[in-house]
């Protein structure tokens, strides 16, 4: 933020970085395993339930520099003849829905074994169904660096 091609746009950071960013991810970018936050059985779902928080844990798989979370989201179809479905993971094929990624206020430099610590709330937004509201809560204590981290964000 402080040199993006010669520019200073750190005073835009906290605004730009409220709003996810639908993008694609290269695989080779991601430094941490996955973990599930939200299970939804399309059959059973109510509308409270997709208001929701989850506790996660990332485990570092190398040296590296975290600026962001990335979420995805996998499809089963399995009441079908032939269960099927797909994947948004950036390990996956490309989909159209790509993955999200959530900035961080702050980078973390992380070691391979460390943990990153969270919780996320997912809810919908009270001025626009279409929208949704995030918020991101992290804790990070590791060899090289701290972090306590609380972000919003606002999916249009």
Not at 50 to 68: G, I, P
Not at 73 to 96: A, I, L, M, N, W
């Amino acid at each position: 933020w402080d040199n993006v091609y010669g520019f200073n746009m750190s005073s835009i950071q906290k605004v730009a970085i409220t709003e996810p960013l639908v993008d694609v991810v290269d695989y080779n970018q991601v430094v941490a395993g996955n973990y599930c936050v939200k299970e939804i059985d399309l059959y059973t779902v109510q509308i409270a339930d997709l208001a929701w928080t989850s506790e996660f844990v990332l485990r570092m798989n190398r040296n590296d520099y975290v600026q962001a979370l990335v979420a995805y989201f996998t499809v089963e179809f399995s009441k079908c003849h032939k269960k099927t479905g797909f994947s948004t993971r950036p390990d996956s094929q490309y989909t159209h829905w790509k993955q999200t990624v959530f900035y961080l206020q702050d980078a973390l430099t992380v070691k391979k074994g460390e943990e990153l610590k969270g919780v996320f709330t997912c809810a919908p937004n009270a001025n626009n169904d279409r929208d949704l509201d995030f918020k991101l809560k992290v804790s990070f204590h590791g060899e090289v660096c701290d972090l306590e981290e609380e972000s919003t964000y606002t999916m249009h």
